[in-house]
């Protein structure tokens, strides 16, 4: 388990990777990378590789590499069919957003979770004023330019 604090655009955020959350009742997920921000960035003590969502607040946000797994991510992983109703995974879980990154076509397909449900969404809600647009044009760029070549590009967006 890799647990990182930072600070950015005075964010506090704590990513977690091979994380696996646990809610009673509802299936365990492990998500490419879990991320905890503002006063929830330092819930998780660190070195928890198993997080207890029934102990511990969910994550703001997860993101899913979809390299070989897109219809999983989309489908699988998205949508949970209880004795109740029929809903998405990190919906149960409690998680505010969730970002499927298809590295094949430089494409992320985000969605804001509700109490209703999830929608899809072109600009972060957890992160306000980050439009997945920005984060599609550095991957695109990715495949043409070096890292931080790509990171130089992506920090002057936000300047």
């Known amino acids: 388990m890799h647990n990182s604090r ?3 655009k005075g964010i506090l955020a704590t990513g977690l990777d091979t994380t ?13 990378v879990a991320y905890y921000l503002r006063e929830s960035a ?9 997080v207890n969502l029934d102990r511990y ?6 993101i899913e590499i979809a390299k070989t797994s897109l219809l999983d991510d989309l489908g699988t992983k998205r949508c949970l069919t209880t004795s109740r ?3 998405t995974l990190y919906e149960e879980l409690g998680i505010a957003e969730y970002w ?8 992320i397909i985000a ?9 899809r969404i072109q600009e972060s809600q957890v992160l306000p004023g980050l439009a ?8 695109r760029r990715s495949r043409e330019m070096s890292q931080s070549e790509v990171g130089a590009w992506l920090l002057s967006q936000f300047q």
């Open 57 to 62: 607040p969910a994550p703001d946000l997860v």
């Open 42 to 50: 330092q819930a998780i003590p660190a070195g928890t590789g198993i």
């Open 6 to 8: 930072k600070r950015c």
């Open 100 to 107: 499927v990154v298809d590295v094949q076509n430089a494409e």
């Open 20 to 32: 696996t959350f646990r809610k009673t009742g509802v299936q365990d997920c492990q998500p490419d």
């Open 85 to 87: 109703f029929a809903s």
């Open 132 to 139: 997945m647009s920005i984060l599609e044009e550095a991957l």
């Open 111 to 119: 969605y804001a979770i509700a109490e209703q449900g999830s929608k």
